[in-house]
């Protein structure tokens, strides 16, 4: 079975803070993915990358970068926190095209 | 660009209820469909998916989904609940993309209550 780790399962940052979200899989996949879950809005994808170094910028870019300097880790930055990205972050990969997703555990980040 | 939309943010049933969930997507061409759940603390998992085929698709733990390409709509229904279904459910859709193959668009989630 795919594993998809995240470092962290809770975090509380300050505004302003830059905040390193890390997330790690255990197969070859090529596509990983970060999303924000807030109640009421389902998932909303924030990037994407397709390879190494390769990153495409999903439904709600703003305020977050990403890198993807190996295959198997693909890190979420917030430059600068602000209290508007308290949210759930998922980190998921995916093998194909007839799969479903694979889904970390999650990362609640608070910003106070 | 697609989207999903699912009617139901809440719903309560109690135990041996039927369950039906609705989700309609707006998309133009070829998609994938997909349900999933996430357990209370757990991450989400895969229940069900329809590529192509027979319409009516059949998931994990009785579910059951039926794709009408007239109504842009993949419901999910289960005959009878148990309490331990209370979770909440995420339609998506999935669309080629050029460069990441699948990139998966979610409707907002239903919770569901089953009560014991």
């Known amino acids: 079975d795919v594993k998809v780790t995240q470092s962290s399962r809770y975090l509380v940052k300050r505004t302003g803070e830059k905040v390193f979200l890390e997330c790690v899989q255990d197969m070859d996949h090529e596509n990983m993915f970060w999303y924000r879950q807030d109640p009421g809005l389902g998932l909303r994808l924030i990037y994407f990358s397709y390879d190494v170094k390769m990153k495409e910028k999903g439904d709600i870019p703003e305020g977050y970068s990403v890198s993807r300097e190996k295959k198997e880790r693909f890190s979420l930055i917030l430059e600068s926190a602000s209290t508007n990205q308290t949210s759930m972050y998922l980190c998921?990969?995916?093998?194909?095209?007839?799969?479903?997703?694979?889904f970390g555990s999650g990362t609640r980040l608070t910003v106070v | 660009a697609q989207s999903v939309s699912q009617h139901n943010h809440h719903v309560i049933l109690s135990e041996a209820a039927s369950l039906e969930l609705g989700c309609n997507y707006s998309?133009?061409?070829?998609?994938?469909l997909f349900w999933y759940v996430q357990y209370p603390g757990q991450h989400l998992q895969l229940l069900l998916k329809?590529?192509?085929?027979?319409?009516l698709v059949k998931g994990i733990k009785g579910f059951e989904a039926e794709f009408i390409k007239s109504k842009f709509s993949f419901n999910l229904r289960k005959p009878s609940v148990q309490w331990s279904d209370t979770a909440e459910y995420f339609c998506?859709?999935?669309?080629?993309?050029?460069?990441?193959?699948?990139?998966?668009?979610f409707g907002g989630g239903t919770r569901l209550m089953v009560k014991p």
């Open positions: 998921a990969t995916i093998e194909g095209g007839i799969y479903g997703y694979t």
């Open positions: 329809y590529f192509s085929g027979d319409p």
């Open positions: 998506a859709v999935s669309a080629m993309n050029n460069n990441a193959g699948n990139m998966l668009t």
């Open positions: 998309y133009g061409g070829t998609v994938n």
